[in-house]
């Protein structure tokens, strides 16, 4: 039977960064994007977005029938939060709040359902944005002082927010200690190290479809990592649920969704899962 269970192909989701423009600049087709994801992490305003922005992304969610879940950074417009800042647990907890409050504004406006009921605050996760994301899966201080932010909207909206991060990190940790469900993360369209390691980096490159194919597969079939040394790492252990994020800003993001999306689909299919 456990090894029957093993061999089930990882439930999966496809998620995206998105409303990462800002007034009448814009990064990635949003509107494309969202025929081809499930769950839409919208930025709050620290590293993009705006009071227009973040409202419009909530429409198109809304018309799309998409999850939302914030997307909040560290203070770092000029670097679109890719840079790491020396910042204190609860300093980055404030931080968090601030930008998750601004999202639940508008969530609340548009009415947006959760599981089929009406809330509140239909928030479904929470994923920190580039720098912060590394600075937090490293640090179980910083981990706390985030995860935390899930627990309080959580018992505000009464509902569920998950947080959605690294497996076996401080991110796990943090969830684990706070009970706050914990969605695993992996990146379709980024590097990791021979170590496993995610490559953030400042501007994505090009990757082709088939090796976004090759590593979608091997990812959902064997629960493996590929990494940039050519080995093939666990995601980690007991882990049979994950998300898999395509980014706006990569070149041929849609169509990488696309493909991503249609893989998860026929292998959730396949499985049985609903």
């Given amino acids: 039977m456990a090894s029957e269970m093993y061999a089930l192909p990882l439930k999966a989701t496809v998620n995206c960064d998105m409303g990462e423009g800002f007034s009448l600049y814009r990064i990635g087709d949003d509107e494309a994007l969202m025929k081809h994801i499930h769950l839409a992490n919208v930025a709050c305003g620290f590293h993009a977005s705006d009071f227009s922005v973040m409202n419009a992304t909530v429409t198109l969610a809304k018309l799309h029938g998409v999850a939302v879940g914030a997307h909040p950074s560290l203070p770092d417009l000029q670097g679109f939060g890719r840079r790491e800042m020396a910042i204190e647990p609860d300093e ?4 968090f709040i601030y930008q998750v409050g601004a999202l639940s504004g508008f969530l609340k406006l548009h009415e947006l359902p959760l599981n089929h009921a009406s809330v509140p605050f239909p928030l479904d996760q929470i994923k920190p944005h580039g720098a912060v994301y ?16 899930a627990k309080i909207f959580s018992s505000q909206g009464n509902q569920e927010v998950a947080f959605v991060g690294v497996a076996g990190s401080a991110h796990q940790a943090a969830a684990e200690e706070f009970g706050v469900k914990f969605i695993p993360e992996w990146f379709a369209d980024l590097d990791y190290t021979p170590e496993g390691k995610l490559m953030i980096t400042k501007k994505h490159d090009p990757v082709p479809l088939e090796v976004v194919r090759d590593r979608v597969m091997r990812l959902l079939n064997e629960k493996k990592v590929t990494t940039v040394g050519g080995d093939f790492l666990p995601l980690g252990n007991n882990v049979n649920e994950v998300t898999i994020c395509c980014h706006s800003d990569t070149p041929g ?3 990488i969704a696309q493909l991503v999306k249609s893989l998860v689909d026929e292998s959730n299919h396949s499985a049985g899962y609903a």
């Fill in 92 to 95: 980055l907890k404030e931080c």
């Fill in 253 to 255: 993001a849609v169509e």
């Fill in 134 to 149: 590394g600075q937090t899966s490293r640090s179980l201080p910083l981990a706390r002082a985030v995860v935390e932010v």
